[in-house]
């Protein structure tokens, strides 16, 4: 049996599984703003955080709500409702005159092609200034929906699949097969 024995406790946010200290801390040495995305099932949100000695300031958030307040009636969590999160929150960086930031996706996992890059898609091409490999960016045609366009098209053949699958589009009145079109028309609402 020892009689010294030291345990160092960990602090309390890794202990809970909500920073890792060493990425953050290599993301903080870049002195850049934090281009931090954020999902859930069924939402998505971009934000964009200043370092501070007494706490991360947000600067501001975009979320599934702001989309939907401009007309977006489809999804709001996947991957062009992605983009279009993320071109909101790029746009709205560039008007705050915040031109560069760093990617956080926390503990997020990135998987090429994923809905995380979506966003990061749609905020590079407002304008913001964000390092990244273009290899891990999702292709176009499934930014634009038309992954969602061809299956809707696919299931129409069994009307009670359809239904099934696509009962919030209905309910929004959508048709799935329509989303290419109306990504277009909420994509050129944010450019302007």
Known sequence: ??????????????????????????????NKFRFVIRSSLKNFQASVIAYSTKGDKVLFTIGSKELTKLGWKGDNGNLPSAYLIGALAGKKALERGIKDAVLDLGYNKPTKGSRLYAALAGAIDTGLKIPFNPEILPPKDRISGEHIAKYAQYLEKDEQVYKKQFSNYIKKGINPADIVRHFNEIKVKIYG
């Not at 809970?16 to 990425?23: A, M, N, S, V």
């Open 1 to 30: 049996m020892r009689e010294n024995n030291v345990f160092n406790v960990p602090f309390r946010r890794k202990r809970q599984g909500r920073t890792y200290y060493k990425k953050r801390l290599r993301i903080l040495m870049s």
